[in-house]
Structure formats: C-alpha cells, structure tokens
C-alpha cells in the first residue's frame, strides 16, 4: 500500500516537489487493521483507500497550517512578549485593524473573522444542542472513546511526550479540553467572538508554536514521523470529536435523529476549519466520515511504549479529580466505569496495547436499554427535549468543576500567554 508520490516539503503545505513518505505510513498495517476492524464494520461499502488517497495521507504527514504557521514565524522574529498581545488585541476587535498591522496577524485575523459562505448558522446551532442533550455520556464517550482509544495511535503521541505534556498530568489535560469543548457548545459559542471561537483560535496558534518548536528540535525525527502537528494528525482529532463520538453514543444507547447527526456533522466541520484543518480532509457527510476515519486508522502507527505510559496515566485520572464528598468512593467508582467503557470500544487486545487491566464491559451493557429508551421517550414528547438539554448541558458544565474545583480551567479560559509552556 506503499506510494512514493504523496508530499509537500514546506511545513505549510506548499505543493513543491513530492518527498518520500514518513515511514509511519502505514508502518504495521497488520495491527492498524485489527484497530479499525470494529469501526470497518459500521462503514457502508468498501472503505479502503486507493492509491490516491494513501497519496494524498502521505503528503497531509508533511502539511501542516500555512496561515498559522506564517502567523507564529512572524511572532518569533517580532518577539513573542509582544507579539501576543497583538495577536489578543485583533483577535477581540478584528474590524479594528490598523494599517499597520503586520502583514501575517492582518491575514490570520481577517480570513477566520468570518463564517465561511458554506456555514449554515442555525444548523451548528442545532449540533451544539444535539450534543449538550447527551449530557455525562457525551463527555464520558469523548474522554474513553476520542482520547484514551486514540492513544493506541503512537506518533500522534511523540508530540506529547516532546513538548513535556505526558508529565503534566491527565487531569489537566481532560479539563483543558472540556473547557474548550464546553465552550464551542455553549450558545453563540462558535459565532465570531463567541467563547468557544475565540478559544479554538487561541489553541490553533498554540498548535503552530508547537509544530515550530518540535520541527527545530534535533530529538523529532522528522524521516520517520513527518511535520508535527499535521493535517493527517490534526484530520484524525477533528474525526475523533465528531464521527467518533456519534458512532460512542449510537453504540452506547444514545441515539441521535439523522437531522441532529447531520448537524453535528456540519458544526465540527466549521470548528475543524477554523482550528486549520485543510477543507479536503473535512466532510459533511457522517458515512463519509466514517470512511475517513477507517482510512486515517489505517494510516497510524501502532501502539508503543507511549501509548502505556498515557493510557495508565489517564486510567488513574478519575481518582484525581475534585469530588466535593466521598472522594475515594468516587474515584474508585469512576476508573471502573471508564475501564468498562473502554474496554467496549476497543475490545480485549486494545486494553493490553494501552497497557489497561483486564475488564468486562459492564457499564455499557447496563446503561445502553435505559439510555435508549431515555433517547426514544425524549424525541417522542413533544416539549420534553429543550428541557432535558439544559438540564443535561449543566451535568456537563458540573462534570468540569469536578475536574477544576471551584476555579474552573485557568489555562484556556482567557488570553493565557502560550509561549512559556508550548502545550500541544
């Protein structure tokens, strides 16, 4: 399935001469197979790729996100005390824009200010409120089945454990992520402006510091692993918060209407856009989706060393967090309902490749008949959904301040300057 004739060699993705492709490519196909043979069976038709799409993954290793790339150089050689500031100040008041404004901040700022001509403002509102309706499992399905299950992909872990986040600690990781997530959901979240578009642009910049420091280090072995931070990497976290999670919640009981499905569909392909995913990796389409999915599991290396060390790290993560009584009890409760619901996702041999107990699938047999007729009764009452959404959307909300306390995410929440710790 090997094709030479796959890459980009600028760290933005310029189309110049094709490069070899990094030799993670499909590096165990064997085991990446066993990885996505549950979801091949959820995917309609035949899903494997052809020797244009292995190409066109092999080059996506070698691209990464010129606007932002372009955007961080010029802040490494304006100087990044500075810089930030700047970025802060167009970011809240893009129309604002002196004509003094650097030439890469002017276009950051005024080719993400606006929703693309595609964007259909009350269908991302209507995926937002699809998924603030599914509550704790939303959350639980995206912590087990989007992160603990794709720590099974190793190089996508390299980044971590270069830039020092393996020994930061699961528990922030989990809540800077649902902070972020929680705030893409929450009404005009993602409108220009809004909380969660302006936290998704925060992170998209410190995605670029990351892909320019990992990129400069002599430790990264680019022959073997590509550019930091790439499209085909970033493809399979911006799947991971979509197709993933749909199909978690359909095959844990949650089920969701095609319109609401499709509207999910459509709310995460303008949020993987403006964190610079390219549009030829996006899709509208959930089967589409899948397909993708299946191809990018192909793609990834296997389980390694790493992909232990963070699955442990994250195993433990619940008897960490911030329970305001019966601590131990809970913590204890809630490593085993993860476990559970991992060990669903990603079978007997998964569990062994994160480096997990043995366990059953408890949790998920138990819960999937109320939570399915749970799903029928609220889309059968007329009146009964809006209700359960906000009640289900602060669950969510009070899942974060377990992980947080009472200060909530000090980290993503505002302008934090990003440069002193470089998260990836």
Known sequence: MRNDDTASSQPHGAHDAPRQPPTRLGADLKASRQMASRLRLLVKGDP??????????????????????????????FGMARAWPLFERALSAPGDLADSTPAALRQFV???????????????????????????????VLRDAGLMAGYQASAINQTLVMTGSLHKGAQRRVAETTSWWLACMQEGGMAPGGPGFMMTLRVRVMHALVRHQLSQSPKWDAAKLGLPVNQLDMQATYLAFSVVQLLSLKTTGVWLSKRESAAVMHLWRYIGWLMGVGERYLCEDEQRGRTLLYQNVLSQAPADETSVLLGQALMDEPLQRLYPNMAGLRGRFNKARHLSLVRWFVGSKGM????????????????????????????????LMPVWRRWAGQRQH???????GAHGSPHLTGGAHPAKRQAG
């Open 352 to 383: 062994r490749a994160l480096g997990l107990p043995a366990t059953l699938p408890w949790y998920p047999l138990l819960a999937m008949v109320p939570f399915l007729l749970r799903s029928m009764v609220l889309h059968a009452v007329p009146g």
């Open 110 to 140: 005024s080719q993400t200010a606006a929703w693309p001509d595609w964007v259909r403002e009350g269908l991302m509102r209507e995926g937002a409120q699809a998924l603030r309706g599914t509550g704790l499992q939303g959350m639980m």
């Open 398 to 404: 009070d899942y974060l301040k377990v992980m947080m």
């Open 48 to 77: 494997e790729p052809d020797k244009q799409a292995w190409a066109t993954m092999g080059q996506a290793l070698w691209e990464g996100d010129k606007l932002a790339d372009e955007l961080v150089a010029w802040m490494h050689e």
